[in-house]
């Protein structure tokens, strides 16, 4: 037999509790209203990468392109820019004019990683648009996307020398990102190391 002061306690109960995800959803609102009133990129998004050698790939080339296939092995000795793109994504397109542009550059070498796309309409987009680089890999399945952190893409990073990955930008290269980030961060990687 239940009491009347019991009752009301059991009435209460499924009250608080579909007002939990409105708690809930405050608490994560106020989070993030914090977190970009306290500044920072909120483009920037870290790699555990950065600073550890480029993974392990070997990728065959793109047929009916004339440039050979990318491995690891290929990111030792020179600085190289390493572009994950597809025929699919509309910001790769978006920002293939300015790879072209920094294809121009010969302290660096340009290479790309074809991500998840059908070979025809890789040589297609780049029939199009121009083939700015140097070897293609294609990593058909995203196993090598996994491997290098892959977001999404477009993406690119910056390989030192020694296969070290100084840099990633995650999304499309533009004007303004050319020219403000991923040339001074070619420049940082080039300039010798202070002594």
């Known amino acids: 037999m239940t009491t009347t002061a019991e009752k009301p306690v059991e009435k209460r109960r499924p009250r608080l509790l579909l007002l939990l995800p409105l708690f809930v959803f405050v608490a994560l609102a106020t989070v993030f209203l914090l977190r970009l009133e306290m500044g920072g990129d ?3 998004i870290p790699s555990a990468l950065i600073g550890k050698p480029a993974p392990d790939f070997d ?11 990318l491995a690891r092995s290929d990111l030792d000795g020179q600085v190289t820019v390493v572009n994950v793109f ?9 920002e293939h004019p300015h790879l072209m ?8 070498r340009l290479v790309a990683i074809n991500y998840k796309d059908r070979p025809g309409n890789a ?21 090598a996307g996994i491997d290098w952190g892959l977001y999404g893409v477009p ?41």
């Not at 990728?59 to 296939?69: D, F, K, Q, S, T």
């Open 42 to 44: 909120t483009g920037v």
């Open 59 to 69: 990728l065959p080339p793109l047929e009916g392109v004339a440039r050979p296939g």
């Open 123 to 143: 040589v297609a987009f780049l029939a199009d648009l121009g083939n700015p680089y140097a070897a293609i890999g294609v990593d058909a399945n995203g196993r």
């Open 86 to 94: 597809a025929s699919w994504c509309g910001p790769c397109r978006l």
């Open 155 to 195: 993406e690119t990073f910056i390989v030192d020398r020694d296969g070290i990955i100084r840099y990633k930008l995650v999304g499309p290269i533009g004007d303004e990102t050319l020219d403000t980030v991923i040339r001074p961060e070619i420049d940082k990687v080039l300039a010798p190391p202070e002594s």
């Open 101 to 108: 542009e920094l294809a121009k550059d010969d302290r660096v």
